[in-house]
T-cell receptor, first 112, second 111 residues
């Protein structure tokens, strides 16, 4: 089993371009999350989905949109990329509240 | 003030030493606590999970929680070069979807 699969692994965008980060899990978990990780800032929650059909904002949602396509897939979209969105993005999943996360391997995004 | 404070290090210790990693928190609603290990250019992986005050042991790793002091620790015994990584603490209230992470401590074990 792959666990949590993120694509792409690396991406360089120009300011103003758009892109979608993909995440798929084969763990049959209800909850899925998108985090960004920046030096000195730790992991910050962008959006999460507690179950199929629901999404909620996290700590830093501005500039992002999400779609919970089905139970397996949760995508993150940048409509108009900005240099401040240069970061490493992690998708995570867990069975529900109070459980530990399983993280994907991350997407390294650079916006120039 | 951040809800979770973690010394970023870096921390370097010789192989075989006991390592102590710590986090403090301010939110008394936090009831369960985790430690994650993150190797360079990889995603974090869950190392330890606990929800009660006291110690929990798993092999060379011991997680300690003191809710009265709002202080958690991770001890690594007989440290190995393969333990070199960034260690993140994380915590949250029961039943809440959101988890709060520390900024991570970068640890290097010197052979």
């Amino acid at each position: 089993n792959a666990g949590v699969t993120q694509t792409p692994k690396f991406q360089v965008l120009k300011t103003g371009q758009s892109m979608t980060l993909q995440c798929a899990q084969d763990m049959n978990h209800n909850s899925m999350y998108w985090y960004r990780q920046d030096p000195g800032m730790g992991l910050r929650l962008i959006y999460y989905s507690a179950s199929e059909g629901t999404t909620d904002k996290g700590e830093v949602p501005n500039g992002y949109n999400v779609s919970r396509l089905n139970k397996r897939e949760f995508s993150l979209r940048l409509e108009s990329a900005a240099p401040s969105q240069t970061s490493v993005y992690f998708c995570a999943t867990r069975e529900g509240p109070n459980y530990g996360y399983t993280f994907g391997s991350g997407t390294r995004l650079t916006v120039v | 003030q951040k809800e979770v404070e973690q010394d970023p290090g870096p921390l370097s210790v010789p192989e075989g030493a006991i390592v102590s990693l710590n986090c403090t928190y301010s939110n008394s609603a936090f009831q369960y606590f985790m430690w994650y290990r993150q190797y360079s250019r990889k995603g974090p992986e869950l190392l330890m999970y606990t929800y009660s005050s006291g110690n929990k042991e798993d092999g060379r790793f011991t997680a300690q929680v003191d809710k009265s002091s709002k202080y958690i620790s991770l001890f690594i015994r007989d440290s190995q070069p393969s333990d070199s990584a960034t260690y993140l603490c994380a915590m949250g209230p029961f039943g809440n979807e959101k988890l709060t992470f520390g900024t991570g401590t970068r640890l290097t074990i010197i052979p």
